[in-house]
């Protein structure tokens, strides 16, 4: 029996063969919007509040928290702090998809604090909590009565056995997409060198998918009828701005130099701002700030798009000097300098073991490890400023993540360590995460990892036509400012023969699939070009052989029974032989054996100790022991195997019989020794004599 506190209203929708739910008025009934959603046996709470106004130029303030709960799943966190804290990078990222997808639905001028968060409270290992995450954020907003200017909706995209299919992630094809009923909004895909047809086709197999979701907020909606909530508004609609600094603002579009551009609008600003205070009365120089800039805006796009110029006075289609060296920095294992115009990354390779050093991540799912990880960072010189260093924020996370997709499809399959790409941003003025690919590709080259394919990226820019006359530009390779002034950020990496990674982020609300499909074909010409540069000016192919810094892999393959011998009991056998090899060894369950060694001879002698542990000693053959203990019908030796070895007494010495074994050996005593037989039992008999 319904509660008499609440009054719920929920709507049903058959999704991937399940239906899905969403419902409010039972749980967060104080948020401006709340909606609970639910498929299969997944349940995801999303909620929506508002804050105070900003000023207008601050930018819109805001922000989205997914959190994902152990007790959701019935777990109980690991390690000694049995609480959720810190976000893990899933966690973030997710934030981020929502972020990106509902961002640009917000008006222009809407300037108040939005908060939403998205609270995994149970979770049944089948269900995608991230795209439900999603749609309710989606439906969270939409019955809250915020201004948003369309419903969106996010879906997943998958490719099986020749056909796509939703919610589903198999490893080759991933695709991920925040849409509004009028297009794309966000996407985010990892792909195995697919062609831009196939792109294109799965994103339009997407949006008609989440035809049913559209259908089922905007019912939603209706049934709630939200009080709309249009907040304040910090449009200056009536300040007046002469014409001398239109004027200005029409000199700086001519200006090529960034450094220059920057100063003389910095100086337009400045007199600005004086002129509002003497004429106007207006000391809000945040609001100032922010209408100044706006008016920029729009004059640096008329003029891209009436005089067919950019800014810097390339041609649309053309992109930006590149400069890249590898083999830099002589002590890591693999590093190489990508520079694209002002933009320019320095990335490193290093190899680990497979174990040992790789990366162990706790999900609502279970434990999970990384072999391959691309960590991106972005200290403040990168744009000539005084910055506070902190730990990785969402968009270093976000750009790492989608430069590690780009390039682990092309990674060889039978990868036997784990490896670690870190990209330090030198210089930016746009494209960063782009000159990462580029340069992460060389890089892995420059250490030996045989790729299949180089690997380079490039970001495609847009200017919406003011009316339907003017025509859309679509710009290659953007730099800062155009990123400021267009209207999406659109990234595509890959290889010759194909799609490795794409990420689009809007300020418009969608595109139309032709702008898609246009900015495909082009980024593909503007890819190739890319390509041919690094291998014009670096490697073509992976070196033959990794730095002679880097471990020394080596590997042997043992019967699977013979791995409790080389283990040893609790683990005492593979410890020893790690610390006295000072070597890091990896056993997998198939048997085979990887040994990372930092010299030559380190592995030779854990190489020789596995063979010893696993194969048995060999009748007739030679090895060096140690005696081990004595007794009246002979000695104990220990050589390298996990049975001591006989050596009697008529053994020991040629031509002479001994009376006892002390007389020529002690315990502790390095010898050698000859196998003379290894019986049923397993019991051994040495000759020192023999020898």
Request: charged share 25%; with cysteine.
């Amino acid at each position: 029996m319904e509660s008499p506190f609440f009054n719920i209203i929920s709507k049903e929708i058959e999704w991937v063969g399940f239906p899905l739910t969403l419902e409010v008025g039972r749980i967060a009934r104080r948020a401006l919007g709340a909606v609970t959603v639910r498929h299969r046996d997944t349940v995801i709470l999303c909620t929506v509040c508002v804050g105070k106004a900003y000023p207008l130029g601050s930018g819109f303030p805001l922000s989205v928290y997914y959190q994902e709960k152990f007790s959701s799943a019935g777990r109980i966190p690991g390690g000694f702090i049995k609480r959720e804290g810190k976000p893990s990078e899933y966690e973030t990222l997710v934030s981020r998809y929502i972020d990106r997808m509902l961002r640009p639905l917000f008006p222009k001028h809407f300037c108040h604090e939005i908060q939403i968060v998205c609270t995994v409270l149970s979770y049944d290992t089948e269900t995608d909590p991230g795209v439900l995450s999603m749609i309710g954020a989606s439906a969270a907003v939409a019955v809250s009565g915020l201004p948003v200017q369309e419903i969106s909706s996010g879906v997943r995209v998958g490719y099986h056995k020749g056909e796509f299919i939703l919610h589903t992630f198999n490893g080759g094809f991933d695709l991920l997409m925040g849409a509004t009923p009028s297009g794309p909004s966000m996407v985010e895909c990892q792909a195995s060198a697919c062609d831009e047809a196939f792109i294109l086709e799965a994103l339009k197999f997407g949006h008609q998918a989440l035809k049913p979701i559209f259908e089922g907020i905007l019912w939603l909606k209706s049934a709630v009828s939200p009080v709309s909530f249009m907040g304040e508004s910090l449009e200056h609609k009536l300040l007046e701005f002469p014409q001398v600094f239109q004027n200005a603002l029409d000199e700086a579009c001519e200006v090529s130099d960034t450094e220059d551009r920057s100063v003389r609008l910095e100086r337009a600003l400045s007199s600005w701002k004086e002129f509002c205070h003497e004429n106007q009365g207006i000391k809000a120089s945040e609001h100032l700030e922010g209408y100044f800039y706006n008016k920029w805006r729009e004059t640096a796009r008329a003029y891209i798009v009436h005089q067919k110029k950019r800014l810097d006075g390339r041609s649309w289609d053309e992109i930006r000097p590149i400069i890249c060296e590898v083999g830099l920095l002589p002590r890591c294992h693999g590093s190489a300098l990508f520079t694209r115009g002002k933009t320019q990354a320095l990335v490193t390779v290093t190899l680990g073991s497979r174990q040992e050093d790789s990366q162990m991540i706790e999900r609502l799912s279970g434990v999970e490890r990384e072999y391959f990880m691309l960590h991106y960072s972005f200290p403040p010189y990168a744009v000539g400023e005084v910055g506070k260093m902190f730990a990785p924020g969402r968009r270093e996370i976000g750009h790492g993540r989608l430069a590690q997709k780009a390039l682990v499809s092309l990674l060889p399959k039978d990868l036997s360590c784990t490896v670690r790409l870190v990209s330090e941003i030198t210089e930016s003025y746009g494209s960063s995460s782009m000159a990462t690919v580029c340069g992460a590709s060389i890089a892995l080259m420059d250490a030996g990892i045989q790729l299949t394919a180089p690997v380079a990226g490039i970001a495609m820019g847009l200017i919406s036509g003011g009316t339907p006359s003017e025509e859309d530009v679509i710009l290659w390779d953007i730099s800062g400012t155009e990123d400021f002034l267009g209207d999406m950020d659109f990234k595509v990496a890959g290889s010759a023969q194909g799609v490795t990674a794409l990420q689009v982020d809007l300020k418009i609300r969608a595109l139309t699939f032709d702008i898609i499909e246009r900015t495909l074909a082009q980024a593909k010409v503007g890819r190739l070009q890319i390509l041919r540069i690094m291998e014009q000016q670096t490697i073509s192919t992976p070196r033959d052989a990794v730095s002679v810094h880097a471990p020394r892999m080596s590997h042997i393959k043992i019967p699977v029974d013979k791995i409790r011998d080389l283990v040893g009991p609790g683990g005492k056998h593979i410890k020893q032989l790690c610390d006295a090899s000072q070597s890091k060894i990896d056993i997998g369950e198939d048997g085979k054996v990887s040994i990372f060694s930092y010299r030559a001879e380190d592995a030779e002698f854990a190489l020789k100790a596995i063979q010893r542990l696993t194969q048995g000693p060999v009748i007739g053959n030679i090895y060096d022991g140690v005696v081990k203990k004595l007794l009246d019908f002979g000695a104990f030796v220990n050589f390298g195997f996990p049975q001591d070895g006989l050596v009697h007494v008529t053994e020991i010495v040629v031509g002479k019989r001994l009376s006892h074994p002390s007389e020529y050996l002690k315990e502790g005593q390095a010898v050698q020794v000859r196998v003379l037989d290894v019986d049923k039992s397993g019991k051994i008999q040495l000759s020192i004599r023999q020898v």
